[in-house]
């Protein structure tokens, strides 16, 4: 089994992994980032939606969102928190690998590092394909992820978190040279403590934009975070975008 396929990994971290904090600040990020503006009626491809922190919020301001992601714990989370607010998600379970909808969407977004899982590269390339082959001409690609360079200088010592009813215990490990990204969770509440990690593939910005090239994305830009700065020494989060052939202006 891969780590992603690990259902007990999504449903006992679930409220580490996705707290309420998170889904705040995504939606403040869908109501105030220019990467993010959407005219209402826009299809939108959340590719490993999972709860649908972006999902839900981009519904609200009117797009028609299809949410993807393998899990059904997940899936189930989103359908719950978009009949909450109000609005409703085409939810699609299937892996990212396989899912593709000829010339379907305006937007695909793939956030909270949602994007290298996996260990073979040419796996993360036809992910690319398939987001690629779904896009309208014009359509756009938009990946959040947390890059080499941001991990390199802020990263890597473990961290023990106080949470709701019990402890965190956070530790990262750099896998291959700065190839892969493991970080291990201790989950301690009482006297029961889970484990867990997850895993992804580690990119610069520049081996980023060169997958999208690669993959046929054309005007390939990096942002260094949600307000559409530069991806520089101050940069927060590694944030690529890339279209289908021109941009309808
Ligand atoms: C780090 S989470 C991010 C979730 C969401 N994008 C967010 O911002 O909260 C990664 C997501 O990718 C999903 N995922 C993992 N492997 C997948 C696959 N092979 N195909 C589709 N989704 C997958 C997971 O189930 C999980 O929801």
Redesign the pocket.
Known sequence: M?W??NEAL?VDFSDV??SAG??EE?RARVASSPLLRVPAGSAVL??????????IPLAERGAEVTG????AA?LERAETGASDAGVELRLVR??????AEPDRFDLA??????FG??ADHDENMR?LRNVLASLKPGGRLLI?LYGKEILARDGGLPKIIDIEGGTLIVRGTILGDWERFRDDFILVRGDRARTAF?E?TLYSAFELKTMLVEAGFTDVECFGGFDAEPFDNHARRLIVRGSRGPVAS
């Not at 993807?68 to 899990?71: E, G, M, N």
């Not at 977004?109 to 949602?114: A, E, L, N, Q």
Request: proline share 2%.
């Open positions: 891969e992603f396929e999504w992994l996705f998170r889904a995504a959340d590719l490993g939606c999972g709860p649908g922190a972006y999902a993807v992601d393998l899990s997940l299937a892996d990212m690998r396989e899912f977004i793939s956030m909270y590092t949602s899982l996996f992910v959040d997850v992804h």
